[in-house]
C-alpha cells in the first residue's frame, strides 16, 4: 500500500512540475528570440546595425522589464562580459517562465508605456 502511494505521490509532483502552455503565440515568441539574438550576434562581433541593435535592446528591456548594464549610449554592446552574460541568462529565463503569456497584445502593452 506504501508503494502506491509513493509512486502516486511522484507521479503527481512530477505532472505538477511539467508547466504546458494551453495555447503559444508562435509568432509573438520568434520575435522575442530573434530579438535576444541580435544581442547575442552584435556581442559576437556579428555585423549589427546600430539601430537594429538598439531596438532589440529595448524591446528585451521592455518586456521583460529587466534593463542590463548593455551601453544605450552612442556606442553599442557590453562593457563587460559579465554583464552581457548576466543579462542573457536573465532574458532567457524569463523567456523560458512566461512564454505562455507572451502575446502581441502583452507586448504591445508593454512597449506602449511611458518610461516613468
Do not use: P
Request: one cysteine or more; hydrophobic letters at 30%; glycine letters at 4%.
Amino acid at each position: 500500500m506504501k508503494i502506491v502511494i509513493y509512486i502516486t505521490l511522484i507521479v503527481g509532483l512530477i505532472s505538477c512540475n511539467r508547466h504546458t502552455c494551453q495555447t503559444i503565440d508562435d509568432k509573438t515568441c520568434q520575435e522575442f528570440r530573434q530579438h535576444l539574438n541580435v544581442i547575442k550576434g552584435q556581442y559576437r562581433h556579428e555585423t549589427t546595425y546600430v539601430s537594429d541593435y538598439r531596438k532589440s535592446l529595448s524591446y528585451i528591456s521592455r518586456v521583460t522589464g529587466y534593463w542590463s548594464n548593455a551601453d544605450y549610449s552612442s556606442t553599442v554592446g557590453f562593457r563587460k562580459k559579465k554583464d552581457y552574460n548576466i543579462a542573457i541568462r536573465h532574458w532567457e529565463k524569463w523567456y523560458r517562465n512566461n512564454r505562455c503569456l507572451l502575446t502581441r497584445q502583452y507586448v504591445d502593452s508593454v512597449m506602449t508605456k511611458k518610461n516613468k
